[in-house]
């Protein structure tokens, strides 16, 4: 069986290149518009991802540029994910590739639905942001490491470089950072690895026991 390519564990870090989707306010709608709420599952989700947007710059969206794809830190601005509360966004980005979000906020819900996914969402100043943006967009196709113990990200440089890779300082509040460390954001896990105990409750229920017998 093949590993899954979603997180499961804890997650210390995220590596990979940059993606940068610029501009304030960037609400759900636009992340995955309404008409991909249909889905039954979250499989196919990717496509969905600005769609929109995708649409209207016929090709140039940074999700649809050559030098982008493979990308798995998103770095964004301000107030990131605001409007519905809806699931489906955070889920687009992960299956597109998003394994991180860099940004100067992030609408709460939005937040909170990365959080259950393994998805880490670290802010940063506006000066900061913008720097990393633009070192991001300088190079495509450079590397980075966003180190979730340190709340850092830096930039990977090739092993003949003799000058010490850029980073820049960001934040993460200490319940999400602990919960992304040790694995507990993952809700489901954290179920299944207390199989005994839910076992041993569920036989003393009376009521499954006669749900089980009928």
Known sequence: MSASPFPFGPIPEVAGRIVVVAGDDIDTDRIIPARFLKCVTFEGLAEGAFADDRLELAGSHPFDRPEHQGATILVVNRNFGCGSSREHAPQ??????????VGESFAEIFFGNCLALGIPCLSGDHATILALQQQALADPAAGFLLDLATAEIRAQAP???????????LSLAAGPRQMLLSGQWNATGQLLSHEEELQRTAARLPYLATFALG
């Open 92 to 101: 687009a980005l992960m299956r597109w590739g998003i394994r991180a979000v």
């Open 159 to 169: 092993a003949a470089c003799l000058e010490p890779a850029r980073r820049w300082n």
